[in-house]
């Protein structure tokens, strides 16, 4: 894979969490919360931040159950909403779904950490699962 600079997203209806990085060095960084407004404006401020860091792949955080089964999960169509309208939108940026399972639960580790060196939460626990959803993305790839 050729180098580049990737958004990781994990999405929620109240918050994203996002999480950058880059293909070149595989690690990815917490970046902050989006709040979601809707889908618009979260789409705008998404095609804003993909300009600002020149993205050219978003991984959105994809839901399965622990079956890996795409079933029992009402935020789902949500999820593959927001592809659609990013896809449509960015016509230079790929968007793929990748596997979130258990993600928040590291999230709360890496955050558990972050208070003990640092007395706060810092970016909060939809961040810090942006940032586990994208190493998971780079260290498969």
């Given at each position: 894979m050729k180098e580049e600079k990737v958004l990781a997203l994990d999405y929620g209806r109240k918050r994203v969490g996002v999480a950058t990085g880059d293909t070149e060095f595989g690690i990815a960084f917490p970046r902050g919360v989006i709040l979601n407004k809707g889908i618009s404006d979260l789409v705008d401020k998404l095609e804003n931040l993909c300009k600002e860091i020149d993205a050219k792949l978003i991984v959105i955080g994809f839901p399965?159950?622990?079956?890996?089964?795409?079933?029992?999960?009402?935020?789902?169509?949500?999820?593959?909403?927001?592809?659609?309208?990013?896809?449509?939108?960015?016509?230079?940026?790929?968007?793929?779904?990748?596997?979130?399972?258990?993600?928040?639960?590291?999230?709360?580790?890496?955050?558990?950490?972050?208070?003990?060196?640092?007395?706060?939460?810092?970016?909060?626990?939809?961040?810090?699962?942006?940032?586990?959803?994208?190493?998971r993305f780079f260290d498969k790839i």
């Open positions: 399965l159950n622990m079956r890996e089964e795409q079933i029992e999960n009402e935020i789902i169509p949500d999820v593959k909403n927001l592809k659609n309208k990013l896809e449509n939108r960015l016509d230079e940026v790929k968007v793929i779904l990748y596997d979130e399972r258990l993600s928040s639960f590291e999230a709360d580790k890496l955050m558990e950490e972050a208070m003990k060196s640092y007395g706060k939460k810092q970016l909060g626990r939809d961040a810090y699962a942006a940032q586990i959803i994208l190493q």
